[in-house]
């Protein structure tokens, strides 16, 4: 029997199953799994025992919720657990290949008065606009209940799985992955012993309607600049003028880091990039996309570049530097006459071959330390590396990522375009390293999903598309030379 | 009689009522009135309803609750009622002087979460740190119940109050007084007609010792700066490097306003200030202050001068700039991969005479919007100012002020220093040129009582003397020539 003679049932199935799907959606969105909070650790545990209870159902064994151990600081609470990884097999045939499913159940901080239309950890489903609106639904709850939805569909068939299955589902993707790189060299030559390929669903399609596979990944050093003044925030009328203003410390060292065009301004950090080949150049030629995608994406005509080839390298292989924001100042409506008294300036800069993580921890941190000295304030300043992950980049024509062309072509009837992506999963270069296997990234949302921003949505096609496309996947690969 | 005679026995029964003042200030602060955040609205009504109750047990009659209409923009709720100013009357005896007492209701926010030791909106009597700990005990809340203690203790000894009292307390001073300017001028000549003097209890001592009278003011322009860029928050992976970001936009103009030693960078600005005339300087020889008193009050050694008169100039006869905080930027703790889609800086500027303000908000503004100009972003600017009040100074040896003088030395042993303030209660200049009498700040709180900030109190010593002080002025003028 072919593989597409054995897809076809399945796929059928998987549509059949659609009510149950967007639940399980549902359920797990309304999790308030956020990793970045503190308060809501207990939301985030109690997500990955909802994996745990899924995966039971769905005839998972071994699993083994693997402690992590106390969150080292900057942490409020010095005896904050880790949420727990999920690791789980179903199959064990040395027959068949084995296949590392890769998710995390974490998501974004989230509010209503963020400007969401809707409550964020309470799924709301559009038929009419084929959305399903929640935090998570794409980054990466869909995704992760997308593997559960391959599990149950084959299971309600009776249809044995194409390969074996490992599944590593993580709590802490959201804020820096801690602790996941040291579990996988704990368990490469354990838990993880055999695995053939790791397959990644944690992306999205660079624009909203042709699907992709990716190649490349930018990385993601975080830091914040903490900036310390008077003992207490202070009236201005009373203070204003005589004393050194930590947020004028702040934004002037801000200002330094970056110009209104996106380039960093920190010396020698663009002379770690790697040089663009004429070859490396061409292969941008046939992607499908136009700034008018981006426009449409950012919901605005804010574009630097207008040239497909300018947007998507400096998407994809050269570094940023976002400011994200200020803790400690005066945040909210209103006018509030305040000093504050201790400010942390949070940015991240997005790194791409070849630089080196650690030097650029040492250019970051000296130029900022530097531009305060300048200053001569009596304020005091301390930055810092709050998490970093690094860039990865794999062969987009192995056996995994041919296999992932044909069931997304299958699924969607064209061939998936091969991109890099802007956004850093940094586990995926430590799978590869550890592991010493190839890494896939299958994307299940498109490009204006609005993952980390408001009103997160996964359409119904691409979550349930998706579901067939992850399954499809699996009976290529298994399909493949072992 | 004397007045010190009559004195006496008010004095006594102050302080046998201390525990039903204190009692008054907690249930004061127990009020959340807010006046910057529109859900607590509901709170800062119910506090001006407070006082109504109280004031009528007191025996004032005519009371009157000052509706002032819708809040004009901005504002979330553009339905948003203003709270209404209470005004009463106690005593209309022709042959007595008439002293207007202002006061306000409102508070500043605040919350636990910012860095209290308690409960902010829960007084707390530490008794052995001669301390009331809460919002509002100091600013405004402890001179209000001052005056309203006054009354208690006259109406319990059967003591004739010896002036006439109109009572005028507003519960939108920490934002902007919006519309009491209006309320002042409709009122001058029917519910205030025949006001002697005005005298204001909001502000506080130079230091933590001796006490002040104070007659001048810095006043208060609030300016924030709108960017906005795309549609909604963005993931900095994907878009870092593609587009416009606000917060850099933001930074870079907020960079451009004043130096690190709180120079004002705005060309123009400086060049509208007074000159120091050597008879002006020679006025600050005597004050007791140094550096040293800024550090206690600061909590640092973050001051920019170190001589007495170079920090008191720049506190209350040169010009400040301070900027409060980021609104719709990451603000919280952690590491969010944001790029916020709209963000606006809050800034404020502290005048002095001889600066017009329209001139100022027109400089400033101007200034903003070419600066932004100058970076070239496809982000949109709109700068604007969000409320302002004027400064003020006044003649300090005038009746109502030499009365103050012997109340203050009677209860607190020693002559006054002649201060000026660095804060603003922008209503002394309207209430002295639509009333055309003096006005009179003459304060009741230490100038380490953390106004604005975390931790506000007011001495107990101070909430009771002050109390003394407020019932002994009144008696100085009313005996003073009619």
Known sequence: MSVEETLNPLFKKIQELKPQFIQRLADAVAIKSVSGDETLRPEVVKMGYFLKSELEKLGAYDIQM???????????????????????????DPAKKTVLIYGHYDVQPAGIEDGWDTEPFELVVKEDEDKLVGRGSTDDKGPVMGWLNVLQAHKELGLELPVNIITCFEGMEESGSIGLDDLIAQEAETYFKGVDAVCISDNYWLGTKKPVLTYGLRGCNYYQIIINGPGADLHSGIFGGVIH?????????????????????????????????PEESKLYDDIDFDVTELNLASGSDTAIYQSKKEILMHRWRFPSLS??????????????????????????????????????????????????????????IHAELIHDGDYWVSDPFNESFTAASKATELVWGVKPDLTREGGSIPISLTFEKQLKTSVLLLPMGRGNDGAHSINEKVNISNYIEGTKTLGAYLHYFGASQK
Chains 1, 2 share one sequence.
């Open 323 to 380: 400011i994200h924001g200020v803790e400690g100042a005066f945040s909210g409506a209103g006018a509030k006459t305040v000093i504050p008294a201790k400010v942390s300036g949070k940015f991240s800069i997005r790194t791409v071959p070849d630089m080196d993580s650690a030097k650029l921890d040492k250019l970051v941190l000296d130029f900022v330390n530097a531009e305060f000295a300048k200053l001569n304030s009596k304020n005091t």
């Open 245 to 277: 203003e930590p947020m004028t410390d702040l934004v002037n060292v801000l200002s330094k880091l970056v110009d209104v065009n996106g380039n960093i301004l920190i010396p020698g950090v663009n002379e770690m990039v790697a040089k663009v080949t």
């Open 66 to 92: 693997k402690d992590l151990g106390i969150q080292p600081p900057p942490v409020d609470n010095p005896k904050l657990n880790l949420p727990p990884v999920v690791l789980s097999r179903i199959g064990n």
